[in-house]
């Protein structure tokens, strides 16, 4: 009976038990209900959400970056500046270039590989794989002129390949030259949105302008402007400081990342002009180029034809090919017969110095390359070596010790120029070579840079080594390609492609196509590129299977009438010098070439053509976030303010006032500069006296003028004032200056001052102290202020009166 009891209670029992534990499990179910997600969330999100993570399951596969695809190669892109096909050693040039020989001999060199002509739009169509003018990059970012083809500014439909690569796994880094961001953005606290690091690039390191003082560079560092980290007494030069900075970052990748591979842009300040060389690479050279540009010209063509580069039959192009009343005459070239012994001394160590300085450069590149190897990355390294247009004719006939003097619009003068000749290439110079060796080392083409219409302005050379993918060695290929079709080229070869959307913007195709089908191909195996159209600052032409349409225009010649342009025909799949003009012969494919330029035109934003001179396109006033204003203040310990963005004072009427307190008697030191010893101004003290020099474009003796008293302790308005009278043979302004010392003139007299930039190096206005290379031989930089305190400088061109501007500054000076 007991046990009957039992075991009804124990079932009892158990019903009750059954019956809790099916309400808790009702009760878990329905709070699992209300409390766990299990969903794909609009941004990807695969797992579970529960209220405690421990009911929760995550899912990192929305927040890894991707990787690159398995055995990726890495990119080195090594892009000079300013040379043609005949310059460097692969190409049969006299020129030797060891690193480039070596990647020549275990890749392959290009014979008809092409750019647009100039630096800013070539690497625009190597940032995007777009024409240049789809780029707003009609031609370097100081001409934009605000039309859809020339704003200077990359639009939103042309996504930058380093930000593909970067979104796809690799390292991106720009070494050395930028010049794509836009003048006016070049600014302590301008707009980064161009700047490199905003455009998909881990690291910068480098220069933004044009062009820089190797010896004195402007340097910025990711996105902020920094000082040098040498001087050229202390052994620096920028080609050495670019490769020590790309070692230093691959390195650094390596340390953390070494699986990842990278994507390097190697932009050196060689050859683009001032031509710096040391000088025992210069000495390498003595005598080399003693037999002239002429002579130099029927060598290397010979030697090109013996080292297969070009056709036995390739034809030599004139020196001076274009009709004299359409020519420029800055780009005469003068016939070596015809130069005096001076000049022929100085031109001839203007090569060994250009020579120089391209050697010495691919030594730095060579210890990039070496690090490659001996790290095991080099074998899947896709190293590409070229140049970005021909070599540069805007050194003149004559050749210049200050290149600036060809922006400037103004003469150079020989006996000025040969007090330069055992310093040349150094830091007392700015030296660029004459238009005669600019066609010699663009052999066997006609013109050079800024011809587009010619091959002396568009053939480059282009050097591509890639152990692990290319299994030709030491080989020519011959297809015709464009600057467009590196990066359908570096698509391809990384297994991966250009989105037609991206960042929510439909793109604009590729203008260029794949080269990797030249890379195990047969040397003269058919190019698969169709059509590519040329268009730089007034000139023009286009390549079509085979076919070549040249306008006769010079560049900033501002002759305008380019519908009266006469039309040349060359069949350069024949004639690679284009020396046998068929127009005549066949009218019927010249006026097709002509209907493909305006398609391309249509399709490209080309139009409007602009061929307007340097000093117009360079002064034009372009939009900027600052309101334009007459009245500048600026104040010491800031960084220096670039010339694109500091008031303008070219061709006007000008005042500068500075609120100075000297509490020591020996006060001395730059008050205010801007630029440097090659052009610009600056006022200081020095010897207990303020002193002001206008620097005309480095050409001694500089314009100084000194105060008749000196400078006790106390408050001060010191100031100078320019008043323009007339107006020189070269756009120089003529006038007079007064030095002031608060309310008092304390020195008088006339001075010029320069019709354009003070330098494209860059070298900007400071306050306080003077930035890189000095204005004046009397004082050497930095020549920081010491003795005093500078509240603020002034700068007015707005024609008040001086003693106004003073009498204001007084008030303000003693109110503090």
């Known amino acids: 009976m007991k046990n009957q009891k039992q075991t009804k209670f124990n079932?009892?029992?158990?019903?009750?038990?059954?019956?809790?534990?099916t309400i808790i499990v009702s009760c878990n179910t329905k709070q699992e209900t209300a409390e766990t997600k299990t969903t794909t969330t609009d941004d990807g999100f695969k797992g579970k959400i529960a209220l405690d993570i421990r009911d929760s399951e995550s899912d990192w596969s929305a927040y890894t970056p991707k990787s690159a695809p398995e055995g990726a190669p890495n990119i080195l892109f090594i892009l000079y500046d300013d040379t043609g096909l005949g310059a460097w050693s692969p190409y049969g040039g006299r020129i030797n270039m060891p690193t480039m020989d070596r990647l020549a001999a275990n890749g392959l060199t290009y014979t008809q590989w092409h750019t647009t002509a100039l630096c800013s739009p070539t690497r625009s169509t190597i940032l995007t794989g777009r024409n240049h003018h789809l780029n707003g990059m009609a031609s370097i970012t100081e001409t934009a002129d605000g039309f859809p083809g020339s704003n200077g500014r990359v639009p939103d439909d042309c996504a930058p390949f380093a930000q593909i690569l970067r979104d796809n796994g690799w390292s991106t880094f720009w070494i050395g030259k930028n010049h794509n961001v836009p003048e006016q953005d070049v600014a302590p606290g301008g707009s980064r949105a161009e700047w490199p690091t905003q455009i998909g690039f881990d690291r910068f390191y480098?220069?933004?302008?044009?062009?820089t003082n190797n010896w004195y560079p402007d340097l910025v560092e990711d996105n902020h402007f920094i000082e040098a980290p040498a001087t050229p007494e202390e052994g620096y030069h920028l080609s050495k400081d670019l490769a020590d900075q790309a070692i230093r970052m691959l390195r650094d990748k390596n340390a953390t990342n070494p699986s990842k591979p990278f994507y390097m842009w190697f932009n050196p300040g060689a050859n683009h002009a001032p031509h710096h060389s040391p000088a025992e690479y210069t000495a390498k050279y003595k005598g080399m180029f003693d037999d002239g540009y002429d002579a130099y010209r029927d060598w290397v063509v010979k030697r090109m034809k013996e080292k297969g580069i070009l056709p036995e039959n390739t034809g030599m192009a004139d020196f001076n090919p274009m009709p004299e009343d359409m020519a420029n005459p800055g780009d005469y070239v003068r016939p070596w017969d015809e130069l005096n012994a001076d000049e022929k001394k100085l031109f001839s160590r203007m090569a060994e110095v250009y020579a120089g300085f391209s050697e010495y450069t691919d030594?730095?590149?060579?210890?990039?390359?070496?690090?490659?190897?001996?790290t095991g990355q080099l074998e899947n390294t896709i190293v590409l070596y070229a140049a970005d247009n021909g070599a540069s004719g805007e050194g003149s006939p004559n050749g210049s010790v200050n290149e600036n003097k060809f922006f400037n619009g103004y003469p150079d003068e020989l006996s000025e120029n040969m007090k330069y000749l055992d310093v040349l290439g150094g830091p007392d110079t700015y030296n660029h070579f004459p238009t005669g060796w600019a066609a010699a080392f663009s052999a066997p083409f006609k013109m050079f840079k800024r011809y587009s219409q010619y091959a002396g302005g568009t053939n480059d050379p282009l050097v591509i080594s890639?152990?692990?993918?290319?299994?030709?060695?030491?080989?020519?290929r011959h297809q015709y390609h464009h600057s467009t079709d590196i990066v359908p080229t570096l698509l391809e070869a990384c297994g991966i492609e250009m989105p037609k959307v991206y960042n929510g913007v439909e793109q604009t195709p590729l203008s260029g196509v794949s080269m990797v089908y030249s890379f195990d191909a047969e040397p003269d195996a058919p190019t698969q590129k169709e059509v590519q159209y040329y268009c730089m600052l007034g000139t023009r032409g286009i390549w079509k299977d085979g076919w070549k349409a040249a306008a006769v225009h010079a560049p900033i010649s501002g002759k305008g009438n380019f519908d009266k342009d006469v039309w040349e025909l060359y069949h350069v799949a024949e004639d690679r010098s284009e020396t046998n003009n068929l127009a005549e012969e066949n009218p019927e494919k010249l006026q097709e070439l002509i209907d493909e330029w305006f398609k391309q035109a249509e399709i490209n934003k080309v139009l409007p053509l602009d061929d307007r001179g340097a000093a117009e396109l360079l002064t034009v006033e372009r939009p900027s976030q600052e309101a334009?204003?007459?009245?500048?203040?600026?104040?010491?310990?800031?960084?220096?303010?670039p010339e694109g963005v500091a008031v303008n004072i070219r061709g006007r009427n000008y005042k500068i006032l500075a609120n100075v307190e000297i509490t020591?008697?020996?006060?001395?030191g730059v008050i205010f500069a801007h630029g440097s010893r090659f052009g610009g101004h600056a006022l200081f003290i020095k010897d207990k006296k303020l002193h002001y020099v206008y620097n005309f474009l480095g050409i001694k003796p500089e314009q100084v003028f000194v105060s008749n008293t000196t400078l006790k302790p106390g408050k001060?308005?010191?100031?100078?004032?320019?008043?323009?009278e007339n107006r020189g043979e070269y756009g120089e302004s003529l006038g007079n200056t007064k030095l002031y010392i608060n309310e008092e003139v304390v020195a008088e007299g006339p001075m010029r001052t320069q019709p354009a930039k003070f330098t494209l190096s860059g070298d900007g206005l400071c306050v306080g102290y003077d930035s890189g290379d000095n204005v004046s031989n009397l004082y050497k930089s930095p020549g920081e202020f010491e003795g005093g305190i500078i509240q603020a400088v002034g700068v007015t061109v707005e024609g008040t009166p001086y003693m106004d501007l003073e009498a204001e500054a007084k008030r303000l000076m003693m109110s503090q």
């Not at 001060?716 to 323009?724: A, D, P, Q």
Request: charged share 25%; hydrophobic share 40%.
């Open 206 to 211: 480098g220069f933004l302008g044009g062009e």
């Open 628 to 641: 334009k204003k007459d009245r500048y203040i600026y104040y010491p310990n800031t960084a220096p303010v």
């Open 664 to 668: 020591d008697p020996n006060a001395s």
């Open 363 to 374: 030594a730095q590149v060579g210890r990039v390359i070496d690090y490659l190897e001996e």
């Open 716 to 724: 001060y308005t010191l100031g100078m004032e320019f008043v323009k």
């Open 11 to 21: 079932v009892f029992h158990t019903l009750i038990l059954t019956f809790c534990l």
């Open 466 to 476: 890639w152990p692990k993918g290319i299994k030709a060695k030491g080989e020519i």
